[in-house]
């Protein structure tokens, strides 16, 4: 069998989307290995969302030319973002890559690496096309849980961002497509789902007849085995009542929102291009903890935006104390090429940006460890899905609003159980517990 390595940056679309490429090849009985050294194939799935990103997949081929001199039958493939957005410039600067595909020619992976193979000669395919359900995944059974793809593309067109060119527009599968692909996930021992789109609570609506990431919980949720719903990307414009009631109605869905604000300034926000207001995210924020009260918030901040000053960075730092978020991931602004805002005049500088990096992160520590403290004393319902990374002998899983949890299973719980677990402590990272004697409603503190 030939072996194949994958090499996976970026986002969790990335991620699915490697699972899917490992899974077609498999049909053409290629095997994934761990160890580049003795693959046949290498496929680089690449992100282009920040400068770094790239510039580490540039310094990875180069590594790879190396194990290419030694092995000149070696296939290099690069996938996903940058593929997409930089086409045939990746083969001039990285001449060793033999294949560059974009996220759209997914489905056709085994066709196009039977070409270099047969050809020997590079190929490129870029080009937008049929919006295909892809089903295949390396292996899932005993997985508990799965990322399903739900949609594809963004029209939204923030200022800084790549996506809507590498992704290209808005296009939603069918809810029988999904429903049909989490079935067999439950069916192989997939406990929890999460649905995934750039947009996600845009989901539905560029179908006929159209429907909505509600109703599709509501679909998800009918599906035996399946405890858990997770979803993301969403972004605030998008946000319906509709999908805040079914997120309080729809029983397996989590308490835990993913909900983006990137900045806490109106004056960055519309030069984002973002299309709400900090008044408006509040509101929304308020409307859903009205809705479930117990929902945990993560959220996307980005400094240095260009034009940020102190005032609208602090104008962030208090959002995060005003929301209380559970999780905040921190991105440097980066400027991409052929977007609106990189060719903005007042670019902040890496100093001030790694300043208020540093300060964001701090701030928002404190507020998740504050956050994660309230649960003390709590039971929870926890999934569990491995052991615990500091003591072998204990198990793992992660409540419905998603921490960590460790705690002694004393041969009583198995991966793939739902139990409840009394927290005994709120440690910076995870918690700690034990098993509950009488199952008692999760709970997951609000505010
Ligand atoms: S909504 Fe998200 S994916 Fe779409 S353009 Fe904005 S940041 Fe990019």
């Known amino acids: 069998m030939a072996k194949l390595h994958l090499i996976t940056y970026g986002c969790q679309m990335n991620e699915y989307d490697s699972e899917r490429v490992a899974g077609l090849l498999r049909e053409r009985s290629w095997e994934l290995t761990a160890d580049e050294a003795e693959a046949d194939l290498i496929l680089v799935n690449t992100c282009a969302i920040r400068e770094k990103a790239e510039d580490k997949v540039f310094s990875k081929l180069g590594e790879l030319r190396l194990l290419k001199a030694q092995r000149p039958d070696l296939i290099i493939g690069v996938m996903g973002c940058m593929a997409q957005l930089h086409q045939g410039a990746i083969q001039r600067r990285a001449p060793v890559v033999d294949l560059v595909f974009g996220s759209p020619a997914i489905a056709r992976v085994g066709e196009l690496v039977d070409r270099v193979r047969r050809d020997r000669r590079s190929v490129l395919e870029t080009g937008e096309g049929p919006l295909v359900k892809i089903t295949a995944r390396p292996s899932s059974a005993g997985r508990l849980k799965a ?97 805040i009631r079914a997120m309080r109605d729809v029983p397996k869905v989590c308490e835990y929102f993913h909900l983006p604000l990137q900045s806490g300034s109106n004056r960055v926000l519309e030069r984002m291009n973002r299309g709400y207001t900090r008044e408006r995210y509040l509101e929304l924020v308020a409307e859903i903890r009205d809705a479930v009260p117990t929902m945990a918030f993560s959220t996307d901040l980005i400094v240095g935006f260009p034009g940020e000053t102190e005032a609208d960075f602090e104008q962030t730092l208090e959002m995060v104390e005003r929301v209380g978020y559970d999780n905040v991931f921190v991105f440097r602004y980066s400027r991409r090429p052929g977007t609106p805002a990189a060719g903005m005049a007042d670019q902040v500088s890496e100093d001030v940006k790694a300043r208020r990096n540093t300060q964001l992160l701090e701030t928002a520590t404190r507020v998740g460890a504050e956050r994660s403290r309230r649960l003390a004393g709590q039971t929870v319902e926890v999934l569990v899905d491995g052991t615990s990374k500091k003591s072998p002998g204990e198990l793992a899983g992660r409540t419905r609003c998603n921490r960590v949890v460790n705690f002694d299973g004393q041969g009583s719980v198995s991966l793939g159980d739902l139990t409840p677990i009394r927290i005994t402590e709120a440690l910076p990272h995870s918690l700690r517990g034990t098993l509950a004697s009488q199952p008692e409603e999760a709970a997951c503190l609000s505010k």
């Not at 049909?180 to 069916?187: S, T």
């Not at 429907?211 to 979803?231: C, P, Q, S, Y």
């Open 147 to 243: 990322f399903v793809t739900v949609m594809e593309g963004c029209e939204k067109h923030c200022t800084f961002c790549v996506v809507p060119r590498t992704r290209g527009r808005e296009r939603s599968h069918s809810p029988a497509t999904i429903v049909d692909e989490v079935e067999r996930l439950a069916a192989d021992g997939c406990r929890e789902v999460t649905l995934l789109g750039q947009t996600v609570n845009a989901y539905g609506r560029d179908l006929t007849p159209a429907t909505d990431l509600g109703e599709l919980f509501a679909l998800v949720n009918e599906v035996d085995g399946i405890a858990r719903i997770r979803f993301t990307t969403s972004n605030p414009y998008n946000l319906t009542p509709k999908l």
